[in-house]
């Protein structure tokens, strides 16, 4: 992989000299995808309910203080800890920057770490103009957040929604990204024209996704959350929720919102340059999440041209919670291996 190596002597620069996506290097062929089984405790069914596969945050992962920057209009959460090499934590759609905590203490060892919440979940209160929402919304967020704290040669970890945003921004700067984590990014419109692929993005659609927005536009937020909640899980779980779990749901229920009535909750990806990216990235998924997510997965194994696949014992589609010692485990060794590597 020494060919993928490229300058990192510089951070992004001001927000006007940000290109469009970069030139795509020619480079010999990457590391062809592998499956990890990892055989780690399964989580309990406590924990599971705590993060549902949206990464709930805890209320004892709030022991430190965010701060907080203003960027593209909007204020963002942040906590920075630790040394090194900079690892960015992207949360997923229910979850916001506390719902790392299980990584913190084994990722702050050896990087430099900041999650933080992006702009429409806890402790943010930024206006929502959830039509004009995207996605890509949140990578111009973490171009600026990356700018702001001077950061380069970035390592990338995303859960969920924030995944998405990952594999995106390193679609679009990949000079700046060393290596990406992506456990479950919905690049849902990679599977439309793959066998079974369309049949699966109609039934997420159907039954999550358009139940959850109508909820919202009737403004019965519960009702939304409990729909999307229960998609995502493929159970009942929302009514077996802890008092805290549900509270830790809801506080996160306008981010849901802007993604639910988005005009374009899940953007297209070029499989051309999905093919082309010879950024080190390791996709995770839970061995029982859904199974758009695993189609996804599956898809993006068979695109990305150096990737390494790891499935997570026990785990639904928040193994970085539902298992975190299988996750850390996975994803410290991947960023151990491609650093000797290069």
């Given amino acids: 992989m020494a060919d993928r190596r490229r300058s990192r002597t510089r951070p992004l620069g001001p927000k006007a000299d940000i290109p469009a996506p970069f030139p795509h290097r020619q480079s010999a062929v990457g590391v062809s995808g592998i499956l990890w089984v990892m ?33 593209n209009g909007v204020d963002l959460s942040y906590v920075e800890q630790g040394g090194g090499a900079p690892v960015i934590l992207l949360h997923g ?10 990584q913190l203490e084994p990722f702050t060892r050896r990087f430099r770490v900041i999650t933080y919440s992006r702009r429409y979940s806890f402790p943010n209160d ?15 967020d973490l171009a600026a957040l990356i700018r702001r704290l001077r950061l380069h040669d970035v390592r990338l970890v995303g859960q969920s929604a924030g995944a998405f945003v990952a594999l995106a921004f390193a679609l679009k700067h990949p000079d700046a990204v060393h290596s990406l984590v992506l456990s479950e990014p919905p690049a849902h419109q990679l599977i439309r024209s793959t066998a079974n692929g369309e049949a699966a993005y109609q039934d997420f659609m159907t039954t999550v996704m358009i139940p959850a927005a109508n909820s ?3 403004n019965d937020v519960q009702h939304a959350m409990k729909t999307f909640v229960n998609g995502m899980a493929a159970t009942n779980r929302f009514d077996g929720l802890a008092p805290e779990a549900r509270a830790d ?16 909750p899940f953007p297209v990806l070029s499989r051309v340059e999905l093919g ?12 029982n999440t859904i199974r ?16 390494k696949s790891v499935t997570i014992a026990g785990a639904g589609h928040g193994s970085p919670r539902e298992n975190s010692s299988a996750f850390n485990e996975a ?7 491609d650093g000797i590597a290069n």
């Fill in 331 to 337: 994803a410290l060794e991947f960023f151990r291996v």
């Fill in 126 to 140: 930024n206006p929502s103009v959830p039509r004009a929402y995207s996605p890509w919304t949140d990578v111009e």
């Fill in 216 to 218: 919202f536009r009737q």
């Fill in 39 to 71: 055989n780690a405790g399964i989580a309990t069914f406590i924990l599971q309910s705590i993060a549902l596969g949206t990464l709930f945050a805890s209320a004892d992962a709030q022991a430190v203080e965010p701060a907080r920057m203003h960027v």
């Fill in 93 to 102: 759609g229910m979850g916001d920057y506390s719902s790392w905590q299980p």
């Fill in 292 to 307: 758009i997510h695993k189609l996804v997965n599956g898809e993006l194994a068979r695109l990305l041209p150096n990737v």
């Fill in 276 to 287: 082309r990216l010879r950024i080190p990235t390791l996709v995770v998924t839970g061995e």
């Fill in 249 to 264: 749901a809801m506080r996160n229920a306008r981010s849901i919102e802007a993604l639910c009535l988005s005009a374009d």
